[in-house]
């Protein structure tokens, strides 16, 4: 899709660790059914703290359903969902728990209006994890540093464009200081000229080790930081492989024929 | 293959901003687009001139020209201007369509509670005001304060019956505690109609439904008939207490619906980001749902407000003194019968500036909330 800004993704692979022994995601058996639509199917999939995954399939396949039950956005039927050592269930306690480990950012920001950028970092620092005012503001500004968007901290989102909305929204979920991120399509919304600016962002945190899953059609960045990409289909998990193996010998059929259709035009 | 030169262009160097001509700004272009844009739009601006014509002066002639303000009867009126308005009987009046018959020495405390009622409302309407946290916490206390002051407290102030009350003041005590209790229990009703839990969401449901399904007339005659069959024998419960909450609950189930209605409109996304920072349900609604499903609710919330203000005046048939319940008596009172319009102009301004008052400020308001969201 984005090929050409895959020769623009500066990334360092030699300063992205995966360990061996922490698992951060472990996903076993899940099945959730829209009404009667089974949507997804029997997934199996544990991911290791410090890991990059990238999701991709048409849409329909239940990729982003699939994210959205790590934190309980989407509620499963069947199965088990273990994130960072807590078993998600009804329990809202837990929930909550595991929200504040894991941080998410949307396809279409999902920033709050009515709040000024930095309000929009400091929220949830100040009420959910109670921290002072003043100091949930330093936080926020290092993080909107790291997204190079500091002088914007007092205007509104919609004064913003859609790339520094997606960043503002990145450090949004970095205030939380997460130990996982997820990822759905965060630049499947932006302008060209923006997507860069998002994917730079995202490189560096996969740089510093963060635990990362991410729905996304840009084969650039798969390429360059992912450890492993995922192809889904029709709720299930069709093929998973190294970037390089994955893109240059895909096994099943049906990868095949997306990846020709994405890669090819 | 078509030439390539003829189609190719490089921009060689930009063109600067000019200003506008002046066809396009100031009260000449105002005055063109909006009296004289079309043939149809100059017709009709000519016929409403001579409209106005035809109608103003006659109008000014009799309400302010030829009108008589002191009197002490219609027959005196009518010697001192037969065309004119005979606006004495307002002035003759005057106090009962204020306090009804509130008694005389003690007005002062109605006024006092007016005045601090203003005080009370600054913070709340007005974000830029000095010291408002401190005044915030008298709009808090304001209505244990206004029930002292106007009901007394037997002790201190003496006490008045709730017979007494009439007039404006009765207006104003309806249509303040109606508009201010019944914005909380609206959204309180509209977050349970949303409610994942289904004992909640059936009660409010029933409630607003059966509210809705029934006239207010009928509510203001249970609350004052009916109610006292319901009630355990030997308790007596202030009437204007039992209007006040018929009237509260009526305006709730509204105001629960319009909210709803804000709340629909906003984005998905809002709830799902409120969720995935971790906020539990309480502090999503608070921080994130409610301050921009109420934004988008303010035209519908100032509307139901202003409904609400104006169906005080039904209170006039369960026979409380409104200003129209204190026409009544005027009107078969010899002294001063024979006059209708004037009484009801009177009334009438005085809703119309209320609701005026109301509507130009959630104009404001929404001006005001609109900064910076283009969304």
Redesign the interface.
Known sequence: MSEANAADILADRSKMQVSDTEVAIDIIGMNKWFGDFHVLRDINLRVMKGERIVVCGPSGSGKSTMIRCI???EEHQKGKIIVDGIELTNDLKRI?EI??E???C?Q?F?????L?ILENCT??PI??RKMPKKQAEEVAMHYLERVKIPEQAH?????LSGGQQQRVAIA??LC?NPKIMLFDEPTSALDPEMIKEVLDVMVGLAEEGMTMLCVTHEMGFARKVANRVIFMDQGQIVEQNEPEAFFTNPQHERTQLFLSQILHH | MTDNSSIAFVMKEAKEAMPAPITTTGPLAWTRENLFSSPLNTALTILSLIFLAWMVPGLVQWAFVDAVWVAGSIDECRQLSSEGACWAVITARFDQFMFGFYPEDLRWRPILAFVLLCVALLPVLWDAVPARKQLFAFSAVYPLVAFVLLWGDGWVFQSVSSSDFGGFLLTIIIGVTGISFSLPLGILLALGRNSNMPFIKIICVTFIEFIRGVPLITLLFVASTLLNYFLPPGTSFDLILRVLIMVTLFASAYMAEVIRGGLAALNKGQYEAADALGLTYWQSMYLIVLPQALKISIPGIVNTFIGLFKDTTLVSVIGLLDPLGIIQPILADSTWNGLVVELYVFVGLFFFAFCFAMSRYSMYLERKLSTGDRH
């Open positions: 934190n309980r956005l909550d929200r504040r894991v941080g998410m949307f279409h999902n920033l709050f209006p009515h000024t929220l949830a009420w959910v205007k509104y989102p919609g004064q949004r979920s939380m």
